[in-house]
């Protein structure tokens, strides 16, 4: 606003000096002319001297979540800033649609400010944020020098509720205590298939895995990791082809919602299962959850695929 005024008070001026050849006109138009070219050079001089900073935005939340993006500004500069205008662009990877998020602040000399912007989605899917420009106003607010953040860019995955709570009542008497190696199931001679290797306590694993004596020998949570070819293991398929019929985006979330109800049954009853499906160019993706965040991480892949009709991969 303020450099539309002055640019306004300056065409007054040039119009004055024109037509009545003033003296004093001419040197006010000077003046005027001199102070733009002072405030030009001083707002690109700030802007050498102001540093951004993105923080990273949380890498999942829920839908209709706020989702802070923090951005930092720092002035090194003795020469205070009367305005900063921080523009960041956030994409839905499932429309492609692209959303403008603008903040403003002042940044007194040697100052530093934190600005927060909040995001907010209805749907489930995967964002993608990124910082766009700066534009930096000298200390009258006449000038603006634009400046650039980096090109990095976060992915944040909206992912429905997946809350895994331990049930004694689902889990059977079998699998309530991993059999040690060299215990057999009937308590006589050695069961091969029990054998297990240790490792560090990941989490989201179901406690009944852990090695209290090696805890408690190496003050670390260890965990028995046993043979993966001897583990059972269901096997799920995920249908996306929709028929040829039209499938909205509620529609999307409420069978997002769905694999995320499955995933916390099975992970609550201790069944590890595999997941998979076709995408668009029928390549297929598998998935295997053993624990909470394998089945965070399936959630995600299943978040870059769209519903489709299978044409493409025939």
Same mark, same amino acid.
């Given at each position: ?16 000096? !024109? ?10 138009? $000077?003046?005027?002319?001199?102070? +733009? ?36 500004? !720092? ?24 959303? %403008? ?7 007194? @000399?040697?100052? #530093? ?7 907010? /989605? ?31 860019? +976060? ?24 059999? =040690? ?15 297990? =290797? ?13 090695? +209290? ?11 028995? =990791?046993?043979?993966?070819? /001897?583990?059972?293991?269901?096997? !799920? ?14 529609? +999307? ?7 995320? @109800? ?26 295997? !959850? ?5 089945? %965070?991480?399936?959630?995600? #892949? ?10 493409? $991969?025939?």
């Amino acid at each position: 606003m303020k450099n539309k005024l002055f640019l306004v008070i300056c065409l007054a001026t040039l119009a004055f000096a !024109v037509f009545t050849q003033n003296d004093f006109t001419r040197f006010l138009l $000077g003046f005027e002319f001199l102070l +733009w070219m002072a405030l030009f050079v001083c707002a690109r001089l700030l802007n050498r001297h102001i540093d951004k900073v993105l923080s990273p935005p949380p890498p999942r939340a829920g839908r209709e979540q706020e989702i802070p993006v923090e951005v930092l500004l !720092v002035n090194h500069s003795s020469i205070p800033v009367s305005e900063i205008r921080v523009d960041l662009k956030c994409r839905d990877e499932y429309t492609g649609a692209v959303q %403008r998020l603008r903040s403003t602040a002042m940044l007194d @000399s040697r100052d #530093e400010t934190l600005l927060r912007f909040v995001l907010q /989605t209805k749907h489930y899917g995967l964002l993608t944020v990124w910082g766009d420009r700066l534009l930096i106003g000298d200390p009258l607010g006449i000038n603006f020098a634009s400046s650039h953040f980096s090109k990095k860019t +976060w992915e944040i995955a909206v992912l429905p509720e997946l809350t895994v709570e331990q049930d004694p009542r689902t889990v059977s008497d079998k699998t309530k205590r991993p059999v =040690e190696a060299g215990e057999g199931s009937d308590g006589k001679g050695q069961d091969p298939t029990a054998a297990y =290797e240790l490792r560090p306590y990941q989490e989201g694993e179901p406690l009944r895995n852990i090695h +209290w004596k090696m805890t408690a020998k190496t003050g670390e949570m260890m965990v028995k =990791e046993f043979a993966r070819d /001897t583990e059972p293991m269901a096997l !799920v398929f995920l249908d996306l082809d929709t028929g040829g019929q039209t499938c909205s985006r509620d529609q +999307w979330d409420a069978f997002l919602e769905t694999v995320a @109800s499955f995933a916390a049954s099975q992970l609550a009853a201790e069944n590890p299962f595999e997941v998979f499906w076709l995408d668009i160019q029928a390549q297929r993706k598998q998935v295997r !959850v053993r624990q909470e965040t394998d089945a %965070r991480e399936m959630l995600t #892949e299943l978040l870059r695929e769209k519903p489709h009709t299978g044409s493409a $991969g025939e």
